[in-house]
């Protein structure tokens, strides 16, 4: 259905004069309750000595009655919300959702009909990277269209490595990519450990005897097989960088030739972790007035975070190509497809950059880009 300009402007102010009038209700709603607890506490059952947990546990069973309206006006609010921001970036989620779809029916494709007699155990490994990778760009695309922008930029991190990992075993022998298979039971092994040392405080019930033991014959037939370096962070990599005790991040970053790429993962890095630095990126100005975003919110470079998970996620496309090549196993319908993504990436660029600079223009942009 083809909806008219006029029809199309009276809907928009029709959806701002809800968005105004849900926030009236929210405050109204907020005053009418504490001027509730005036009274209460004003009542002569309070002055007679009215505990304060029998009041915290009538204003939470008031709470928990009026929680299907408070839920049905949440959700029309990110309804909303999710109509503003497609107004703004509603071309570039679709050029986003083309990037992303097609890359899943690349690795569909791959996974159901292309087996590789040369590395096997790399080609399965890169393909469990690349469905992951699949997944994370899809939810990117979901956060972005529901306002969280920030939360986005903490997944194009994980994207970012799993990218880097990628690249680095496709272009690494296979015994780096056993290596990194094995070092699954080192992580795992850690996991129960610390879970088992602190069962009793969470109340949960501990891990049998024959779950640890079992975790930790694996653990030790990796330490046996490959050593004891075997266990440092990033251990599997080690062969990869000579003389060092432990393989940071950037250390694989730059094996796999995407170091430029750290400030982006940095940036991801503060969404992820509780340093001064997030909370500094989650103040915004409005009208000259600062605020915080506690929830979804309109504020944030969509479309540098967006565009560069595209970029991660047909890195990873392209590390599945890179092992076919390697295998001289190469068709035209495999190039033409993975080209064709890679056209859509840089098509992505400029209609990213149009809506930026309209989102700019609203004052959505709580930094320089």
Known sequence: MRVSPATWLSLSRSLLLAAKWADATFWEARDQ???SLKRMAASPRVKEGLEVEDLTKRVATRMTETAPDLARRLRRDRRILSITLEQVW???FQAYDAVAYASYELG????????SP??????STLLDLHSRACLVASEIGTLHRTGFPAVATARRRSLHELAVVALVLQGADEEITERYRDYEAIEHHDDAVQYQSHVSALGYSP????????????HDEVVAKWGKAIKARNGWALPLAPGSGSVGFGKLEEIAGVEHLGPFYRLGSHAVHGGPRASSLQRVEINGVPHRTPGA?????IAETAHGALISLHQVNCALLSER???????KKMVIGAGAIGELVERAGPVFEQAADVARSKGWFSHHP
């Open 207 to 218: 891990l049998s005897d024959d779950e640890l033991r079992l975790l930790t014959e694996r």
């Open 108 to 115: 569909a494709s791959w996974a159901d009909r292309h087996q």
């Open 90 to 92: 509603g071309d570039a």
């Open 325 to 331: 090549c390697r295998a001289n196993d190469l068709d």
């Open 297 to 301: 919110t309109v504020f944030g470079d």
């Open 33 to 35: 309750l504490q001027s």
């Open 118 to 123: 040369v590395r096997p155990l790399v080609w």
